[in-house]
């Protein structure tokens, strides 16, 4: 079963920076295509980043042109570059692996613990 471990979340005042990464093991990393999703206090988890085996990749429009999705196959992790950050950008980021469905993605059943992004304004 793969396993996933966020880490580089934490407290960022407006317009500031964050790196997020996630450690993947189990599975064979080099063919998933990657997401992160992020959760917000009472809403729903939601998309924010995908990148494919062939480094394609789609954002959300609320982070297009702030983040960009990056993977090292080599070292088993995903990245998720975060600039100009928003306080509406507050949220517990999650990665996992995705399926495409067309124009959507579907996650894999389990997820890690997440890393908490706060950004203060």
């Known amino acids: 079963q793969v396993q996933l471990v966020e880490s580089g979340g934490g407290l960022v005042q407006a317009g500031g920076s964050l790196r997020l990464s996630c450690a993947v093991s189990?599975?064979?990393?080099?063919?998933?295509?990657m997401a992160w999703y992020r959760q917000a206090p009472g809403k729903q988890r939601e998309l924010v980043a995908a990148i494919t085996s062939g480094r394609t990749t789609n954002y959300a429009d609320s982070v297009k042109g702030r983040f960009t999705i990056s993977r090292d196959n080599a070292k088993k992790q995903v990245y998720l570059q975060m600039n100009s950050l928003k306080s509406e950008d507050t949220a517990v980021y999650y990665c996992?692996?995705?399926?495409?469905?067309?124009?959507?993605?579907?996650?894999?059943?389990?997820w890690g613990q997440g890393t908490q992004v706060t950004v203060s304004s």
């Open positions: 189990g599975g064979i990393f080099s063919i998933k295509s």
């Open positions: 996992n692996q995705v399926v495409a469905h067309g124009a959507s993605w579907s996650p894999a059943a389990n």
